[in-house]
């Protein structure tokens, strides 16, 4: 396998844990928060965080290291239209991202004492759970654009 092969695999898996991770995280936190089961919020909350943490994380780091090495290997420049809204998406999932993990370690505490106190999720919970949803969107759509740039390529 050429240097160039294996950066190319490299950047697909990255995008598809990207892509996977980021959609499969927030249905099952969502659709575990909208039960109402204390315990369950916990425990969903706590696998979000690790797969934050196992997953998304190396994925994060990987992408623009593939990245970069597809296109000097290929012979783009990152002046391109396409290379410049790409890496400002990018950019934009990021800023959204890195306080959605902090947003997450935080509801993922307030569920371990809420459940082991016995107790509802306190307000505050819920005010960092829409929070949380709110930079998820614009997160997972400019992912979605990524993508869609990556494989277009598009001209101008």
């Given at each position: 396998m050429t240097a160039y092969l294996l950066a190319k695999w490299l950047h697909v898996v990255g995008a598809t844990i990207l892509f996977g991770t980021g959609i499969g995280i927030a249905f099952f936190q969502w659709m575990?928060?909208?039960?109402?089961d204390v315990r369950a919020i916990r425990i969903v909350t706590e696998r979000t965080v690790l797969a934050d943490w196992i997953f998304t994380?190396?994925?994060?780091?990987?992408?623009?290291?593939?990245g970069l090495a597809l296109l000097h290997e290929a012979g783009y420049s990152l002046a391109m239209p396409w290379v410049e809204w790409s890496l400002a998406l990018y950019v934009l999932a990021g800023a959204c991202w890195i306080p959605v993990v902090w947003l997450q370690i935080r509801m993922r505490d307030l569920a371990r004492g809420a459940d082991a106190a016995g107790t509802p999720l306190p307000p505050l919970y819920w005010r960092l759970a829409r929070t949380w949803f709110g930079l998820g969107v614009p997160a997972f759509c400019a992912v979605a654009a990524v993508t869609w740039l990556m494989v277009a390529r598009p001209v101008g």
């Open positions: 575990t928060q909208r039960s109402g994380t190396p994925a994060v780091v990987l992408q623009p290291l593939t």
